[in-house]
Antibody
Framework: EVQLVESGGGLVQPGGSLRLSCAAS????????MHWVRQVPGKGLIWVSR????????TYTDSVKGRFAISRDNAKNTLDLQMNSLRDDDTAVYYC??????????WGQGTLVTVSS | QAGLTQPPSVSKGLGQTATLTCTGN????????VSWLQQHQGHPPKLLSY???NRPSGISERFSASRSGSTASLTITGLQPEDEADYYC???????????FGGGTKLTVL
């Protein structure tokens, strides 16, 4: 059974840093693109970042470029998102998600990040 | 970054048919496969349809998707109470080099 379990969310002050992790199981992790998608409670989905199965390609949405870094450890089946210089508008539930041939087939339950002083 | 346009809300009666739309352009919907996702309150999204009109196993035949030009559509027939949810379209934008989600449509089943 495919499982994606996020961790690392919490309360952080503006300008601070946080590292999210996603533990994957039930599939050959290194074969899939992995993504981070965020959602302000009550609002829509916003794609944040993606990383290719072998880690060779990373892409970011404009609003997080230079502040966030996506990475993966295929030996440990983990996906990370290092978030620096956090702003109030980064507050959201962050989902780890897998795509297969471009299709969003599995999602984690999400972890809440709150940026507030 | 530009997104995909979805109507914020659609209301239909029990047993009726709802058609949800997603409008983009030739850099995204017009030339890339579109996925549709369903999200119930407090839960992560769930894939309903991919590459314009393919259903994952376990998804009801009441859900069907299509595309015409730069507009994708999700049609839900025989509406049930459990269909009340938020629906999102998604695709890759080749110009922006970014994954896009529509703003979502809240479907209310009356």
């Amino acid at each position: 059974e495919v499982q994606l379990v996020e961790s690392g969310g919490g309360l952080v002050q503006p300008g601070g840093s946080l590292r999210l992790s996603c533990a994957a199981s039930g599939f050959t992790f290194s074969s899939y693109w992995m993504h981070w998608v965020r959602q302000v409670p009550g609002k829509g989905l916003i794609w944040v970042s993606r990383i290719k199965g072998d880690g060779s390609i990373t892409t970011y949405t404009d609003s997080v470029k230079g502040r966030f870094a996506i990475s993966r450890d295929n030996a440990k089946n983990t996906l990370d998102l290092q978030m620096n210089s956090l702003r109030d508008d980064d507050t959201a539930v962050y989902y780890c998600a897998r795509t297969h041939m471009g299709n969003w087939d599995y999602w984690g339950q999400g972890t809440l990040v709150t940026v507030s002083s | 970054q530009a997104g995909l346009t979805q109507p914020p809300s659609v209301s239909k009666g029990l047993g009726q048919t709802a058609t949800l739309t997603c409008t983009g352009n030739s850099d995204n919907v017009g030339n890339e496969g579109v996925s549709w996702l369903q999200q119930h309150q407090g839960h992560p999204p769930k894939l309903l349809s991919y590459r314009n009109n393919n259903r994952p196993s376990g998804i009801s035949e009441r859900f069907s998707a299509s595309r015409s030009g730069s507009t994708a559509s999700l049609t839900i027939t025989g509406l049930q109470p459990e269909d009340e949810a938020d629906y999102y379209c998604s695709t890759w934008d080749s110009s922006l080099s970014a994954e896009l989600f529509g703003g979502g449509t809240k479907l209310t089943v009356l």
